[in-house]
Each structure stands twice: as structure tokens, then as C-alpha cells.
């Protein structure tokens, strides 16, 4: 199994920045991407930013220039930038982690950590 730990939400005022991290532990996977995904209150779970283990990245329109995923793949880390925050990127985000096994993908997910701009 697969256990993903975040940290770095929290308040903060427009204009403003955070920086997520997620520490994954237990199984690993040879092929794997790791993500952020948010979900605001009465809305569905929104991709942010996914990022391979090679490096490559997808970012949703509203987040590009905004935001900034990057791994550590010796740490098992992945991380989320947040910059030019504004109140409608209030939301739990969650980290995920999709591993390849076989012909298969297996998600797994973080338990979420609040982000709240507010003034």
C-alpha cells in the first residue's frame, strides 16, 4: 500500500503563497505520477498539476503561470508552489499518486489539507 502524508495548507491573504508538499511512503512503482487535485465546497475534485517521475508536467489553465509542481524523486516528495493566490483557489487539495502495475493504474490519495484566501 501506499501512504501519502501533506503538509503546507493553511490561511492565507490574496496575493499570497503557499507551498504544499507530500511525502509518499510504502509501495513504489517503476512508472508513477504524481499529482495535486482540489475541490471546493459543492464542486467536484479538479485536477491542479501532475508531474512524471521523468519531469514532465500538466498544469490546469487556470493554475499555469500561477502555479509550480515539482518531485524529489529520492524523497518520495512532491510539492506545489502556489503563488498569486486568489479567494477562488480556496479548496482541500489533495495529493495523488497514480502507479502503474502490470497494464494497470492504482490511485492512491492524501487525506486533503485546507487553503483558504481570505482577507
Known amino acids: 500500500q501506499v501512504q501519502l502524508v501533506e503538509s503546507g495548507g493553511g490561511l492565507v491573504q490574496p496575493g499570497g503563497s503557499l507551498r504544499l508538499s507530500c511525502a509518499a511512503s510504502g509501495r513504489s512503482f517503476s512508472i508513477d505520477v504524481m499529482g495535486w487535485y482540489r475541490q471546493a465546497p459543492g464542486k467536484q475534485r479538479d485536477l491542479v498539476a501532475t508531474i512524471t517521475r521523468t519531469g514532465n508536467t500538466n498544469y490546469a489553465d487556470s493554475v499555469k503561470d500561477k502555479f509550480t509542481i515539482s518531485r524529489d524523486n529520492a524523497r518520495n516528495t512532491v510539492y506545489l508552489q502556489m503563488n498569486s493566490l486568489k479567494p477562488e483557489d480556496t479548496a482541500v487539495y489533495y495529493c495523488?499518486?497514480?502507479?502503474?502495475?502490470?497494464?494497470?493504474?492504482?490511485?492512491?490519495w492524501g487525506q486533503g489539507t485546507q487553503v483558504t484566501v481570505s482577507s
Open positions: 495523488n499518486l497514480r502507479g502503474l502495475v502490470g497494464w494497470d493504474w492504482n490511485d492512491y
